[in-house]
C-alpha cells in the first residue's frame, strides 16, 4: 500500500508560482501513476495531471496545459506539481493519488490511496 502526503499550498497573489510536493510512501513495485487533482468550494474533484513513476511520461487536463508541470524526484520519492501564472480559479484544496486503472485516465475514481490535500488559495 502506498501513502501520499501533499503538501506546499498557501496564499498568492494572481500571476506568481507555487510548487506542490507529494511524497510517497510504501512499498513501489511497479510503474505507478501518480495523478494530481483539485477541488475548489463547493464544486466536484477535478484532473489536474498525471506523471508515471518512472517519470518517462505525463498528461494533463486542458485547462492547466502550459502553466502547469509534474515532475518526479526518485532519490525524494516525490512527485511535484509546478504551477506557474497562478489565477483565482485555481484556488481549490489540490491532491494527489495513485492510478489504479489505466494511463491516460482522468476520473476521481481512477485513483485511490488519496493524500490529506493542501491548500492553494489565489488572491486577484
Known amino acids: 500500500q502506498v501513502q501520499l502526503v501533499e503538501s506546499g499550498g498557501g496564499l498568492v497573489q494572481a500571476g506568481d508560482s507555487l510548487r506542490l510536493s507529494c511524497v510517497a510512501s510504501?512499498?513501489?513495485?511497479?510503474?505507478?501513476?501518480i495523478g494530481w487533482f483539485r477541488q475548489a468550494p463547493g464544486k466536484e474533484r477535478s484532473f489536474v495531471g498525471a506523471?508515471?513513476?518512472?517519470?518517462?511520461?505525463?498528461y494533463y487536463a486542458d485547462s492547466v496545459k502550459g502553466r502547469f508541470t509534474i515532475s518526479k524526484d526518485s532519490a525524494k520519492n516525490t512527485v511535484y506539481l509546478q504551477m506557474n501564472n497562478l489565477q483565482p480559479d485555481d484556488t481549490a484544496v489540490y491532491y494527489c493519488?495513485?492510478?489504479?486503472?489505466?494511463?491516460?485516465?482522468?476520473?476521481?475514481?481512477?485513483?485511490?490511496?488519496w493524500g490529506q490535500g493542501t491548500q492553494v488559495t489565489v488572491s486577484s
Open positions: 510504501g512499498r513501489i513495485l511497479f510503474d505507478i501513476g
Open positions: 493519488g495513485v492510478l489504479t486503472t489505466t494511463w491516460g485516465r482522468r476520473q476521481t475514481s481512477d485513483f485511490d490511496s
Open positions: 506523471i508515471r513513476w518512472s517519470g518517462a511520461f505525463s
